[in-house]
């Protein structure tokens, strides 16, 4: 390393102005076969929901393959998958909805296999660095137990990172705590 | 092929080849070379930090990989905030540019830079700003644009005004541009502000101020540019952003 990084400074409350897209909720285009919507509330330490978020979601494709330039593992075969997402809101009700597919099993480290997952940045006013945590799928029970990224978090915790299947949002519930007694799982990456 | 390579410029040779040499992890950032989440002089932290230790996550493919948004996202005049009405955005006009690197100084090229900010008397074009400071209706505040291959972004836009807000009595916001960067990986995203050098209110500021590190505050600040400064048109600063490099081979990863 010859040079320090820039720090890090909040987004604010004025995103809005600059951050969210049309299209920006959406991995996927509407109408792909086998697309989900994961949704969810994300509450502040007093278990209020949080008005002004910004939300961001990476992930790989259900082959595992990610739709990035550098080409590892070659592109993705879905069409117009883009495998990221941005859900910005500046007054809403603390909730978001994003469109994507169930990604694959990706490699971990060390010939291990990952579970499916998509990590997530959250960003927001009060907030002076982005927060990261991981959504797991809770109906890949065998593949999330053999997961090696979950495997360092305390057995108690594990349930705050899994998405629960959620026929009333067309895919996956998945809250985003901040503290008290089922605080989310945040990452340093 | 060796006579190709040895052919290129030196600058070029700097250079990611996208296909060829990429990272296979990125550094681990030392304590204090950003914020801390729980700072208790933005009281805004306080409900919006989590309590519990973040845990280590291993950085494997989806953290090596990212998004590459620039052309889905580029329209026309994305990087001239001053023309994007039918009038003249009253203010100072200036250029603000600079290179994004990596912290080897590699140049990141073709990577997206997002901007926002508020005008030249220190007012959002947003809603929730009310504070009693005119809105100008030819800016907007908001611009786009992807790095060349010099890792080189440019934008023309209206120096903005500092403003008040609500932390504690008489609380001043120095003035600042919001840059958000995607970077070519997950792991090098990154969100921050851009400050003008020699503002007087960073003294007071505790968003400035969180961060700790004097040398890493200065980082944030741009440098008066006479050599970017267009005569008879705009003035300039520069403003160069290092994001996360390449880190130790991940068989190294600590536990």
Redesign the interface.
Known sequence: MIFETTPSQTVGPYFAIGLPFDVGPFAVPEGTPGAIHIAGTIYDGAGVPIPDFLLETWQADPDGQFADMYGYGGPSALDGFRGFARYGVEDGDGTFDILTVKPGSVPGLAGAIQAPHIDVSVFARGMLHRTVTRIYFADEVEANAGDPALARVPVERRPTLLAEPDPAVGGYRFDIRFQGPHETVFFAV | MTEEVQAQPAEERQIYD??GE?PTSY???PEG?????D?PG???????????P????????????????GP??LGENDNDLTVQHEGEPIGERIVVSGRV?D???KPLR?TLV???QANSAGR???R??RWPAPLDPNF?????CVTDDEGRYRFTTIKPGPYPWGNHYNAWRPAHI?F?LLG?A??Q?????MYFPGDPFFPYDP??N??RDE???Q??VSQFSIHDTVPNWAHAYEWD?????PGAT??E?AH
Not at chain 2, 140 to 144: D, L
Request: cysteine-free.
């Open positions: 996208p296909i990429t550094l681990r950032e070379a950003h914020p801390p989440l700072y933005y009281k805004s932290t306080a409900l919006r930090h989590p309590k519990q973040l845990i280590y996550l291993p950085q494997t493919i989806t953290e090596i990989t990212g998004p590459q948004l889905v996202l690197f912290t080897e100084g073709g997002e901007v926002w959002y074009m947003h929730w700003d907007s505040g908001a611009g786009r919001h958000s070519r997950f792991t995203r990154l969100v921050t502000q968003i400035f969180s961060v040398r890493a505050r980082r944030m952003i290092y994001l996360r490099g991940p068989f990863e």
